[in-house]
C-alpha cells in the first residue's frame, strides 16, 4: 500500500512539474502593428523588447504617411488587450522626427499625460491625472481626439467626445499622427505569459 503511494505521489509531482514548465515555456512571439479586420495590431511577450527596441525607450510606433502643416484635426480608437494597467499606450501628433514630437499618453485606469519630445529633450507638458471622461479597463475602446486652433498655438484635447482640456504649447504646429505603446522591462511585465497587446485605428474626428 505504501508503495502505491508513493508512486501516486510521483505521478503527481511530475504532472506539476509539467504543468510549471509549460506555462513558463510559452512561445515568444511580437507583432508590430500588422492590420487586422481594420486595426493595427501590436503584441509582445518578449521580454528582451525594452532593450532590443534600438534605444526607444521601450516604445513601439506606428505612424501615418499623412503630414498635417499645421495640424487640423486627428482622431483614433485605441484598446489595451492584456498586459500591465499602468504602462502606456497612445497617440503621436505632430511627430516630424523620432526627436521632435508631442505624445499623448494613456493607460487603463483611466489616466492620462502629455509629453513632447524638442531636440531629443523628452519632457511631461502636462500631467493630466485620472480622467472622467476616459474608459477603463482592459478591452475598451477609448477616442482620443486631437484640434488646433486655428492660427493659435493651441491644442484641445478629447477623450471620447468629450472635451478634457486646452493645450497651450508653441514647439510644433504640424505632423505626422499615430498610435505608440510603452513595454515595460522585466520588472514591469509578466512576460511570456502575458503579453503586451493592444489595437488601434484612426477614425473620423
Not at 67 to 80: E, F, Q, Y
Not at 153 to 163: A, L, S, V
Amino acid at each position: 500500500m505504501l508503495k502505491k503511494v508513493n508512486v501516486l505521489y510521483f505521478f503527481i509531482l511530475i504532472l506539476l512539474i509539467s504543468i510549471f514548465i509549460g506555462c513558463d515555456s510559452a512561445e515568444v512571439v511580437t507583432i508590430e502593428w500588422i492590420e487586422e479586420d481594420g486595426w493595427l495590431h501590436f503584441y509582445t511577450n518578449d521580454s528582451n523588447f525594452n532593450i532590443n527596441d534600438k534605444n526607444n525607450y521601450g516604445y513601439s510606433e506606428y505612424l501615418y504617411e499623412q503630414i498635417d502643416n499645421p495640424m487640423t484635426s486627428r482622431a483614433g480608437l485605441i484598446k489595451k488587450i492584456s498586459g500591465n494597467p499602468y504602462t502606456g499606450y497612445g497617440i503621436y501628433f505632430c511627430y516630424n522626427d523620432e526627436d521632435n514630437f508631442y505624445i499623448l499618453w494613456i493607460n487603463t485606469k483611466g489616466e492620462y499625460m502629455i509629453g513632447q519630445c524638442v531636440q531629443g529633450n523628452r519632457v511631461i507638458i502636462d500631467l493630466g491625472g485620472e480622467s472622467e471622461n476616459l474608459k477603463k479597463g482592459f478591452g475598451v475602446e477609448n477616442k482620443l481626439e486631437v484640434k488646433k486652433k486655428e492660427g493659435e498655438y493651441t491644442f484641445e484635447i478629447y477623450f471620447n467626445d468629450e472635451k478634457e482640456k486646452d493645450l497651450f504649447n508653441s514647439s510644433f504646429i504640424g505632423g505626422k499622427f499615430g498610435f505608440f505603446v510603452y513595454v515595460g522591462d522585466s520588472s514591469q511585465e509578466s512576460f511570456p505569459a502575458v503579453p503586451e497587446e493592444v489595437f488601434a485605428k484612426e477614425v473620423t474626428p
